[in-house]
């Protein structure tokens, strides 16, 4: 149809980045869970095989594994304190962004710093990923909505990982 995110639903899962869902649906609004970011990010590297001296203790035997293997070898994904990915755990919006700043610096990417100053929420972004959410602002992949905030603490769905996604492969001009 012609929903925001028609563009960069189409063109991620043409890709092959991002899949559906059961019954050839992809479900924009429905949660992101840890496990898809960190799939999608494997995909955009070609999926490669990956093994860690120690892996997440949760994440062994599930269908994420090699992924979540990749992502901790990379410093993509940090796990929990106790040891686990928690690979089926929502994620926020700031979370996101963590992940994508991550994804960045493995890359050897230049790290951006954007002005939070600007989104009526700024105080909302918790200090762990103030650097993150900066990066993210500073190359325009999370951007504010029409109120004027970034909500931070706001669940990420999956349209806004295939827009994220999109934006952070199309380099700004200017």
């Known amino acids: 149809g012609d929903e ?3 563009e960069a639903v189409d063109t991620m899962t043409q890709e092959g980045i991002m899949t559906g869902l059961e019954g050839g649906l992809f479900g924009p609004y429905e949660p992101v869970t840890r496990a898809t970011v960190i799939t999608v990010l494997w995909r955009l590297e070609g999926s490669p095989d990956a093994e860690v001296e120690s892996p997440f203790l949760d994440a062994g035997e599930d269908w994420y594994a090699v992924q979540a293997a990749w992502a901790k070898g990379t410093g993509v994904a940090a796990g929990y304190a106790d040891g686990n990915f928690g690979g089926r755990d929502v994620v926020t919006r700031e979370q996101l962004a963590c992940f994508l700043y991550r994804y960045a610096a493995y890359k050897e990417e230049t790290l951006a710093s954007g002005a939070l100053g600007l989104f009526r929420d700024a105080d909302a972004v918790s200090p762990w990923a103030e650097e993150a959410v900066r990066h993210a602002v500073g190359l325009g992949i999370l951007q504010g909505n029409d109120l004027g905030d970034l909500d931070p603490q706001g669940v990420a769905n999956r349209a806004a990982l295939a827009i994220m ?7 700004a001009v200017g």
């Not at 996604?165 to 380099?171: A, E, G, H, S, Y």
């Open 4 to 6: 925001w995110f028609v």
């Open 165 to 171: 996604l999109q934006r952070m492969r199309t380099p």
